[in-house]
């Protein structure tokens, strides 16, 4: 059974998640997806980049992931921000994406927001 208060991870692109971003909250559910370019054992962090922007993630939570660098990752999970601005999702969710195409992804990304926009809009009249 489904806990009451988790939501859904929201799909954000890694160059959304800056500070003055609306995106950008303590707390807020997100998915996101990027590359491996690390990942810490020891510490169960990886961090993803997407083009010059990286994200630390918080693995913990996972199993049956295996970390590979340089192959594509989706995470869900709560954004935790710290008090220099740093943020790292701790993830509930991982999986790997190798084949996802990133770019034709954001694209759709940017399309669907469009259209629930709309949607938003045309209900409100």
């Known amino acids: 059974m489904a806990s009451a208060g988790l939501k859904p991870g929201v799909p954000v692109i890694l160059r ?3 500070p003055s971003s609306e995106m950008f909250k303590q707390g807020a559910s997100l998915r996101v997806t ?3 370019q690390s990942y810490d054992v020891d510490s169960a962090t990886a961090v993803i980049q997407d083009g010059s922007v990286s994200l630390k993630i ?4 996972l199993r049956d ?3 590979r660098t ?8 709560e954004l935790l921000i ?7 999702l701790q993830a509930r969710i991982g999986r790997n994406v ?3 195409d990133l770019n034709l992804y954001q694209q759709s990304l940017l399309i669907r927001r469009q259209y629930e926009g709309k949607l938003r809009s045309s209900r409100r009249t």
Not at 70 to 77: D, E, K, L, R
Not at 82 to 88: F, L, V
Request: hydrophobic share 35%.
């Open 16 to 18: 959304e998640l800056e």
């Open 34 to 36: 990027g590359t491996l």
């Open 58 to 61: 918080d693995t913990q939570n």
């Open 65 to 67: 992931v295996s970390f």
């Open 70 to 77: 340089n192959s594509a990752y989706q995470f869900i999970g």
């Open 82 to 88: 710290r008090a220099d601005n740093e943020a790292i």
């Open 98 to 100: 190798d084949g996802l």
